[in-house]
């Protein structure tokens, strides 16, 4: 621990890193930074009081040349947040990369198409090798045969889609839906392929500030950073963040290193959040690593840091934590850690908080396939969505006989209640008839205190037609009625 890090001479050490930032974003001669902002050092407060500068020098030139500083940021919530200090101003348009992406790409009907087109013959193509290779009469190869024909299926009906549509937030169901995934790619694709695409996205943001930018698709980042080479002379590209708190594996490995020379590099080392001993830790942590060092402010507390190490059988893991809750309340005199809600305990790890709420089994054989990781740890994975926000809400609503949101959960999302099939019946109650009995087939697997599983579910619903299959989950479906 060096002496800087003890002792900081005023709270006011990270002033020239948020000086530098505002020259960076001057419209008449912008560059491009990468702010380096470690845990606790104020990095949101840091951006809105960048956006505020421009907001104050550049706000009326912006609206008169019908411009907005673009944001970047992770959740819908970090959304919110951003607004609300910025108090709504439409100068600043603040979005998730999903929102983004799609933004750029929404009413290229004809470019995503062609883009469809070649990437989806290419993935068939790849899959046709593989089962070309693979043994015949297994498991792995239903699931490639189904993948082909599913896939096929839709290049085969690309030229009956006039317009493609993208939910953000939604599940992307349909033959003229993008997943999340596609979303990103294409827009990345566009992005480094079409100069159109590039002056399209510098004259409508000639500043683009990207929070969290260690977990920031790496396509779209490589993308971006495209696009600042090409128009450095009127186009500012901000990213935020710290390598250390990455989270997801398509983020851009050893973002911040060997950036363009023309870029500046500001750095953020006051932590404002932490008192001094648990400083002192993360440094440690942290330097065989990289160099970055944190400093404490000068009013922090010293703190309490205190490390229990407990054998990997152990059983009752909630009464081993609330003996260590009791231990920290005798050595601090604190009796806040004698309530477990004025305390926060912490799980830092993806599998080890599956342990903890049951679902370890399930998140197990997700994650170790690789193309679903990233969307099975930021909550995008369809094939995981599709019983969170479909089949659970039904199951719950109809659990506790609340009639009105199991109404509206089969019309919003089944397709035996959708407009088109009301339509195209004469019989309706009829229709209705059949998705009374879907839902009860559907909440017999729990008779009895049975426990179906996943596929149990899947099988039951996709029988019934209750809820559209996902294509992800398509081929268990189609090898299960294939063996049925």
Same mark, same amino acid.
């Given at each position: 621990?060096?002496a800087?890090?003890? !002792?900081? &001479?005023?709270? #006011?050490?990270?002033?020239?890193?948020?000086?530098?930032?505002?020259?960076?974003? #001057?419209?008449?001669?912008?560059?491009? *930074?990468?702010?380096?902002?470690?845990?606790?050092?104020?990095?949101?407060?840091?951006?809105?009081?960048?956006?505020?500068?421009?907001?104050?020098?550049?706000?009326?030139?912006?609206?008169?040349?019908?411009?907005?500083?673009?944001?970047?940021?992770?959740?819908?919530?970090?959304?919110?947040?951003?607004?609300?200090?910025?108090?709504?101003?439409?100068?600043?348009?603040?979005?998730?990369?999903?929102?983004?992406?799609?933004?750029?790409?929404?009413?290229?009907?004809?470019?995503?198409?062609e883009?469809?087109?070649?990437n989806?013959?290419?993935?068939?193509?790849?899959?046709?090798?593989?089962?070309?290779?693979?043994? !015949?009469?297994?498991?792995?190869?239903?699931?490639?045969?189904?993948?082909i024909?599913?896939?096929?299926? /839709?290049?085969?009906?690309?030229?009956?889609?006039?317009? *493609?549509?993208?939910?953000?937030?939604? #599940?992307?169901?349909?033959r003229?839906?993008l997943?999340?995934?596609?979303?990103?790619?294409? !827009?990345?694709?566009?992005?480094?392929t079409?100069?159109?695409?590039?002056?399209?996205?510098?004259?409508?943001?000639?500043?683009?500030?990207?929070?969290?930018?260690?977990?920031?698709?790496?396509?779209?980042? %490589?993308?971006? *950073?495209?696009v600042?080479?090409?128009?450095?002379?009127?186009?500012?590209?901000?990213?935020?963040? %710290?390598? @250390?708190?990455?989270?997801?594996s398509?983020g851009?490995?050893?973002?911040?290193?060997?950036? &363009?020379?023309?870029?500046?590099?500001?750095?953020?080392?006051?932590?404002?959040?932490?008192?001094?001993?648990v400083?002192?830790?993360?440094?440690?942590?942290?330097?065989?690593?990289? $160099?970055?060092?944190q400093?404490?402010?000068?009013?922090?507390a010293?703190?309490w840091?205190?490390?229990?190490i407990?054998?990997?059988?152990?059983? #009752?893991?909630?009464?081993?934590?609330?003996?260590?809750?009791?231990? @920290?309340?005798?050595?601090?005199?604190?009796?806040?850690?004698?309530?477990?809600?004025?305390?926060?305990?912490?799980?830092l790890?993806?599998?080890?908080?599956?342990?903890?709420?049951?679902?370890?089994?399930?998140?197990?054989?997700?994650?170790?396939?690789?193309?679903?990781?990233?969307?099975l740890?930021?909550?995008?994975?369809?094939?995981?969505? *599709?019983?969170?926000?479909?089949?659970?809400?039904?199951v719950?609503?109809?659990?506790?006989?609340?009639?009105?949101?199991?109404? /509206?959960?089969?019309?919003?999302?089944? &397709?035996?209640?959708?407009?088109?099939?009301? /339509?195209?019946?004469? $019989?309706?109650?009829?229709?209705l008839?059949?998705?009374?009995?879907?839902? $009860?087939?559907?909440?017999?697997?729990?008779q009895?205190?049975?426990?179906?599983?996943?596929?149990?579910v899947?099988?039951?619903?996709? !029988?019934?037609?209750?809820?559209?299959?996902?294509?992800?989950?398509?081929?268990?479906?189609?090898? %299960?009625?294939s063996?049925?």
């Amino acid at each position: 621990m060096t002496a800087a890090a003890s !002792s900081v &001479p005023d709270n #006011d050490l990270d002033n020239p890193a948020d000086e530098e930032i505002a020259t960076c974003l #001057d419209l008449a001669a912008p560059r491009s *930074f990468f702010l380096f902002a470690g845990a606790g050092s104020g990095k949101t407060r840091s951006l809105v009081k960048a956006l505020d500068h421009v907001r104050q020098l550049h706000g009326e030139t912006l609206r008169f040349r019908g411009q907005r500083v673009g944001v970047i940021t992770f959740t819908n919530a970090a959304c919110d947040e951003i607004n609300r200090r910025l108090e709504f101003d439409h100068t600043v348009e603040v979005s998730t990369i999903h929102s983004f992406a799609w933004s750029l790409i929404s009413g290229l009907n004809h470019d995503i198409r062609e883009w469809l087109r070649k990437n989806l013959a290419t993935e068939i193509a790849e899959i046709q090798v593989l089962e070309a290779k693979g043994r !015949s009469g297994t498991k792995a190869s239903a699931e490639r045969i189904s993948k082909i024909a599913s896939k096929g299926k /839709r290049l085969a009906n690309l030229n009956t889609v006039r317009r *493609f549509i993208y939910s953000p937030s939604g #599940d992307n169901r349909g033959r003229d839906a993008l997943n999340h995934s596609e979303v990103i790619k294409i !827009s990345a694709t566009f992005l480094q392929t079409k100069p159109a695409m590039q002056s399209i996205l510098v004259g409508r943001y000639p500043i683009l500030l990207i929070d969290e930018s260690q977990d920031t698709n790496k396509l779209l980042i %490589d993308a971006l *950073f495209a696009v600042q080479s090409h128009h450095r002379e009127r186009f500012a590209l901000g990213l935020l963040g %710290d390598m @250390m708190q990455r989270i997801y594996s398509d983020g851009k490995e050893g973002l911040g290193q060997n950036l &363009p020379s023309d870029w500046a590099t500001p750095g953020k080392r006051l932590n404002h959040r932490c008192p001094k001993r648990v400083i002192r830790l993360i440094n440690k942590v942290r330097r065989t690593i990289d $160099d970055q060092e944190q400093v404490p402010r000068t009013d922090s507390a010293e703190g309490w840091v205190r490390l229990f190490i407990l054998p990997s059988d152990t059983t #009752d893991k909630p009464a081993a934590e609330r003996a260590v809750a009791q231990r @920290m309340e005798q050595l601090t005199a604190d009796e806040g850690w004698g309530r477990a809600e004025t305390y926060k305990s912490l799980t830092l790890e993806h599998r080890m908080a599956a342990r903890r709420m049951g679902f370890l089994e399930m998140f197990v054989a997700l994650h170790e396939v690789e193309s679903f990781r990233t969307g099975l740890l930021d909550g995008s994975l369809s094939s995981v969505r *599709f019983f969170s926000e479909q089949v659970l809400p039904l199951v719950s609503a109809q659990r506790r006989s609340d009639r009105f949101a199991v109404a /509206r959960i089969v019309r919003t999302l089944s &397709p035996l209640l959708s407009g088109d099939k009301l /339509r195209a019946t004469e $019989d309706q109650p009829t229709q209705l008839r059949h998705a009374r009995e879907a839902i $009860d087939s559907l909440m017999s697997l729990w008779q009895a205190g049975a426990e179906p599983t996943f596929g149990d579910v899947l099988r039951n619903v996709a !029988s019934s037609g209750l809820f559209a299959v996902p294509d992800a989950l398509r081929p268990s479906v189609d090898r %299960d009625l294939s063996l049925a």
